[in-house]
């Protein structure tokens, strides 16, 4: 199965993103539930990711960088730089805030991808967490290197935490043809975030999801030059999500409950060290 969706633009804070999930044909790859490929944009010290302070429930944001650096902070007190190649992960639970915005420094390119995996019942009403991990596993296949940012590939594991059975992988791809091991009770997807990717005949390039299906043991992809794509895959997430701005949920009350404690400042999202304005979370239409 090869199945193409159009990512669709979007702008977040001052970034372009490429929002390839949730799409109304395909709402999640495992428990993966929301992509957006940002950038790339040319960051200045005054100018990059400036997304000011906003409220998560029942998700994890991965935020991977393929070129550049940001500056995370949270209402835990964390307060991360990343740069390309490393996992920041942020676990929800029943609340958290944070912020991403420019390190003051940085000037150049800024690019990657933030996604989010759907927390499963028994950890989503739980207390929020945040990992960083500056360096990542490495699987060298032929005309390909794989970072495992989480989960398994080819036998090597992320030290990331994972509340499902789900992986992440970035697929550096020098050129030529290469076969990446997959889980085959695993359904799978590719992002493309540079350069072209041949699958199955079909060539997929930035601004797409390509959904691959479940039953597959290995991917055969090739490409014409440096290429790098993300390959998101996970048991099918079989608990009904109910997902409103930045609130991963069951129901339509839950999302309420949390969008009114947010505007309330009540207490339950805590408080995040930013400099950035707030972000009041929009009415409910
Ligand atoms: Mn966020």
Do not use: K
Request: aromatic share 4%; hydrophobic share 40%.
């Amino acid at each position: 199965m090869l199945e193409i969706t159009d990512s669709h633009r979007a702008q977040v804070g001052a970034m372009q993103v490429r929002r390839a999930l949730p799409r109304r044909a395909r709402r999640t790859v495992g428990a993966w539930c929301f992509a957006d490929h940002m950038g790339p944009m040319t960051a200045t010290p005054d100018v990059g990711a400036d997304i000011g302070p906003h409220p998560h429930t029942g998700l994890q944001t991965v935020t991977w960088l393929t070129a550049g650096e940001l500056l995370h902070r949270d209402s835990l007190g964390s307060e991360q730089p990343i740069r390309a190649g490393q996992l920041n992960l942020m676990t929800a639970g029943h609340g958290v805030s944070h912020a991403e915005q420019s390190t003051g420094s940085y000037e150049g390119t800024l690019a990657g991808i933030q996604l989010w995996v759907a927390q499963p019942e028994g950890t989503r009403h739980g207390p929020p967490a945040f990992e960083h991990h500056a360096e990542l596993p490495r699987v060298d296949l032929a005309n390909a290197v794989a970072t495992v940012i989480v989960g398994e590939l080819g036998g090597t594991s992320s030290p990331a935490r994972r509340d499902t059975d789900h992986v992440g992988a970035e697929l550096a791809l020098p050129g030529g043809a290469t076969t990446i091991p997959l889980q085959p009770h695993h359904e799978h997807a590719l992002v493309v975030l540079e350069g072209a990717v041949d699958v199955d005949g079909t060539t997929v390039t930035p601004g797409h999801l390509a959904y691959l299906g479940t039953d597959r043991d290995e991917l055969g992809l090739r490409s014409d030059g440096p290429s790098t794509a993300i390959l998101l895959g996970g048991t099918p997430f079989d608990e009904q999500l109910f997902m409103w701005w930045n609130f991963v949920a069951r129901t339509s009350d839950e999302v309420d409950a949390a969008r009114t404690a947010w505007n309330d400042d009540d207490g339950r999202f805590g408080t995040v060290d930013s400099p950035l304005a707030r972000i009041a979370a929009p009415p409910r239409l």
